[in-house]
């Protein structure tokens, strides 16, 4: 049965909308603590368990479709990017100054396991992160007005610090679709990181987009601070494939 005392801090962590400690584990091996000691102690915890919800709700909302890691990416495999360079990203510092982020390639090199998981270390490091896709980034853009769904959407693409924008490139756009793509990249320029993926080479982006001009004006400001990784070779799926039997 619980004592009094202990009964009364839980209601009043409850009241204070505080999560709940296991204070038999957090005292543990602890009897010549302070009253100072106990509090230092407990208000540790209570910032260490805040740290993790934050960091599991920014994981909810990034949207990743994947956990990956830099670990499980076979650079034996994928040779045209090495590890020392894409360690080198994981500090995060381009994301401080806005910078982008651009890997080419054809289909099944590494470009989406790659962004994941620069992703999933700006999560560890405490930076918002969104994933779309460019078709659902046109949904919301086109839909915006419509659908509530559409505008929350974009309103956490104006907050977070760092956007995964996947499949550039896979389906053409519509004049109407490439000017709303270049408004959005005027809007996150010198403001919001990008990781962009795309199976084209920018000079074939004219090619999807249907116009040279807005092409060059959408390059323009996405390169202007950019990394840009070009993956070459095999598709790693094909490569490794599994047949059902």
């Known amino acids: 049965m619980k004592s009094h005392p202990l009964k009364r801090v839980e209601e009043l962590m409850k009241a204070l909308y505080m999560p709940s400690v296991d204070f038999d584990g957090l005292f543990s091996g602890k009897n010549a603590l302070t009253p100072l000691d106990t509090i230092a102690l407990f208000l540790a915890e209570q910032q260490r368990l805040r740290a993790e919800k934050q960091s599991q709700i920014r994981r909810k909302r990034a949207d990743l479709p994947a956990q990956k890691t830099l670990d499980s990416f076979d650079f034996g495999f994928q040779r045209s990017v090495s590890k020392e360079q894409m360690l080198r990203l994981c500090d995060m510092v381009w994301v401080e100054q806005a910078y982008n982020i651009c890997l080419l390639g054809p289909p099944g090199v590494g470009k989406t396991h790659l ?17 779309t896709t460019l078709d659902n980034l046109m949904k919301a853009l086109k839909t915006s007005e419509v659908y509530a769904s559409s505008k929350r959407k974009l309103k956490t693409l104006n907050s977070v610090s760092l956007i995964v924008l996947d499949e550039v490139g896979f389906m053409p756009l519509s004049p109407a679709e490439a000017n709303l793509l270049f408004g959005f990249i005027c809007t996150m320029s010198e403001k919001t990181s990008i990781i962009v993926t795309s199976n084209k080479g920018f000079d074939e982006w004219a090619d999807f987009l249907g116009d ?11 390169i202007h601070h950019c990394e840009v990784i070009n993956l070459t070779g095999d598709s790693y799926r094909l490569a490794h494939r599994k047949s059902i039997t």
Not at 115 to 131: H, N, P, Q, R
Request: glycine share 8%; proline share 0%.
């Open 115 to 131: 962004a994941l998981a620069l992703a999933m270390k700006a999560l560890d490091m405490g930076y918002g992160v969104l994933f």
């Open 212 to 222: 040279a001009t807005i092409t060059t004006a959408i390059l323009d400001r996405l």
